[in-house]
């Protein structure tokens, strides 16, 4: 059974920098694909980013482009998000979410994830 765990969040504020940790359970942590979605009330969940199973690939969304960078440490089987230059629209609860994957480009849609964290609030005050 794979398991994941998020830590990291926080209240910020604008322009300031905050890393996410995701912690990994399971057996084939490196063939999993990686990813963090953030959603805020109200909102539908968004792509952050993700990074194949050879850290080779690594997707942003449009909003974090040039401001987010993701990675992952397969002998600590963790996968982390650092934020910097955070804006107040940056507000939402993060998740971390993994997919057993056969290629190294990770998919960028939710509905494609099969395994969950339970989600860390980030909150950046203007």
């Known amino acids: 059974q794979v398991l994941l765990r998020e830590s990291g969040g926080g209240l910020v504020q604008a322009g300031d920098s905050l890393r996410l940790s995701c912690s990994v359970s399971?057996?084939?942590?490196?063939?999993?694909?990686l990813a963090w979605f953030r959603q805020s009330p109200g909102k539908e969940r968004e792509f952050v980013a993700t990074?194949?199973?050879?850290?080779?690939?690594?997707y942003y969304g449009d909003s974090v482009k040039g401001r987010f960078t993701i990675s992952r440490d397969n002998n600590g089987r963790t996968v982390n998000l650092q934020m910097n230059s955070l804006e107040p629209e940056d507000t939402a609860v993060y998740f971390c979410?993994?997919?057993?994957?056969?290629?190294?480009?990770?998919?960028?849609?939710?509905?494609?994830?099969?395994?969950w964290g339970q989600g860390t609030q980030v909150t950046v005050s203007s």
């Open positions: 979410a993994g997919v057993y994957s056969r290629t190294t480009s990770p998919p960028k849609s939710a509905g494609e994830y099969t395994h």
């Open positions: 399971g057996p084939t942590f490196n063939q999993y694909s």
């Open positions: 990074i194949g199973r050879a850290s080779v690939v690594k």
